[in-house]
């Protein structure tokens, strides 16, 4: 990766095009450390940690702590992927939308992506309003009345609108998928708070404190902050080898030989070459996990707002204790979704009988099976067992975080595997669009 962005600086268009993607990731950091007025943020901090097993725990981590701080990028940029995940289902559900994506060319992409939009911008002004309504409820605003209410909520959905901005601004100006390059900035900046915690827990563990006037939660408080040196090191070890298996997924893929007939057209003879079509194993990317992660907080994230879920022996305190983000149950519900949400995408992308008809279309067969039907339902099973492994993989990364935190004690690391696939997935994509538009530039120079 080193090697490739080092190639790719001697190259005077991709240098700006790199400090083009440096100077907005600025101004993305910049804008996530302007405090939007009129909030307390040094309760909500402690608010957000001590909800951490809630889907606000998960938007804190994706925007790099922004929401926790209360900064003008605090929605960072997932209306926008609310957005266009709601406009790529509808595009499959309503056929006038179906149309426009499918045959309306470049016209109907611009379209698209102006309804996507324009749903942005809704979307933000429903959650900046939720956030306030959350933020209210606790005693966090610091002044009442209609104006401080609106500056909030057009703050917050003004720092979603503008960081969508930013992200096409990137994917146009730039170097790779500009909304993607800033969800893992967000994410990367977490890493020195991480770093400081780890140290700071080896430090407490080998500090022997004084603890005779210290009262039992303090002392408890102070036992779950330590941090056994073994211990951090094989969470360091353990996260590597993460990555390491991480990339070995995200790279692997089932490449279905194709053999196109030969067709004698006037003079010339044409097909008769033999190709592959690459099946990635996790088709569906982190998407699985988000959407996971989202529908298995939904009842923690309604014990916010209901005042006697902090009452213990109380109805709804005993419903989320069962379903606490640590929880054996929880893991099991959270893995489920996970398999379900990935058979759910894999289907969207990748449809067997059209790229059966396709292949029929322009005389290409699958050696072994005829065109049609039988090669469809051979794609089929293909992409079930592929499906399959690619969920139960996303299961185990998701899960992994919360059997560390229920065997070591250490805890808000329940969206780490979440955080990894992201970030090695974009970087892999990036540093693949970086490759791609060297060998253009070469293809060029050789051609010239």
């Not at 090697?3 to 240098?15: E, F, G, S, V």
């Not at 073994?230 to 692997?252: K, Q, T």
């Not at 008769?272 to 079509?277: A, E, K, P, V, Y």
């Amino acid at each position: 990766m080193l090697k490739t962005i080092r190639n790719a600086w001697k190259l005077p268009d991709l240098r700006n095009k790199l400090l083009f993607v440096v100077f907005a990731l600025l101004i993305f950091r910049l804008g996530a450390a302007i405090p939007v007025p009129y909030i307390n943020t040094d309760i909500l901090q402690q608010t957000i940690s001590a909800n951490s097993g809630t889907i606000f725990g998960l938007l804190n981590t994706l925007s790099g702590s922004a929401l926790s701080n209360a900064t003008l990028f605090a929605l960072s940029i997932q209306p926008y992927i609310n957005a266009s995940i709601i406009i790529q289902l509808l595009t499959i559900a309503i056929p006038a939308l179906e149309r426009l994506a499918k045959d309306g060319g470049e016209e109907g992409k611009k379209k698209i992506q102006a309804i996507t939009r324009y749903s942005t911008v809704a979307i933000g002004l429903l959650q900046g309003f939720g956030y306030y309504t959350l933020i209210k409820s606790y005693g966090l605003v610091t002044s009442e009345g209609i104006w401080p209410a609106l500056v909030i909520v057009v703050s917050f959905t003004a720092g979603a609108v503008f960081l969508m901005w930013l992200g096409e601004q990137i994917t146009e100006f730039g170097v790779g998928n500009g909304i993607s390059i800033i969800l893992f900035t967000g994410i990367v900046s977490r890493g020195p708070a991480m770093i400081t915690t780890i140290v700071s827990g080896i430090k407490k563990y080998l500090s022997t404190p004084d603890m005779t006037d210290w009262t039992e939660e303090a002392i408890e408080l102070y036992n779950a902050q330590a941090m056994h040196p073994l211990v951090a090191a094989l969470l360091i070890v353990g996260m590597l080898a993460l990555v390491v298996f991480i990339v070995f997924v995200s790279n692997a893929e089932r490449k279905i030989p194709v053999q196109y007939a030969k067709r004698v057209v006037g003079r010339k003879m044409y097909g008769g070459q033999s190709t592959h079509i690459p099946i990635k194993v996790n088709l569906s990317g982190v998407l699985p996990i988000i959407f996971a992660q989202s529908i298995a907080m939904i009842p923690a994230t309604i014990g916010m707002f209901v005042p006697s879920s902090t009452v213990e022996g109380s109805g709804w305190n005993t419903f989320l204790t069962v379903f606490d983000s640590s929880s054996a149950l929880y893991a099991v519900i959270y893995f489920i979704l996970i398999i379900g949400f990935s058979y759910f995408y894999a289907t969207i992308q990748f449809n067997p009988i059209e790229v059966a008809n396709n292949l029929k279309k322009n005389g290409g067969f699958v050696p072994g099976f005829r065109p049609g039907r039988p090669t469809a339902e051979f794609l089929g099973k293909v992409l079930n067992r592929l499906t399959f492994f690619g969920a139960i993989y996303l299961g185990i990364v998701a899960i992994m975080p919360i059997i560390v935190e229920n065997i070591t004690g250490i805890v808000n690391i329940s969206v780490g595997g979440t955080s990894v696939i992201i970030v090695c997935g974009v970087a892999l994509e990036t540093v693949k669009m970086i490759e791609n538009q060297m060998l253009m530039r070469h293809y060029k120079g050789f051609l010239e």
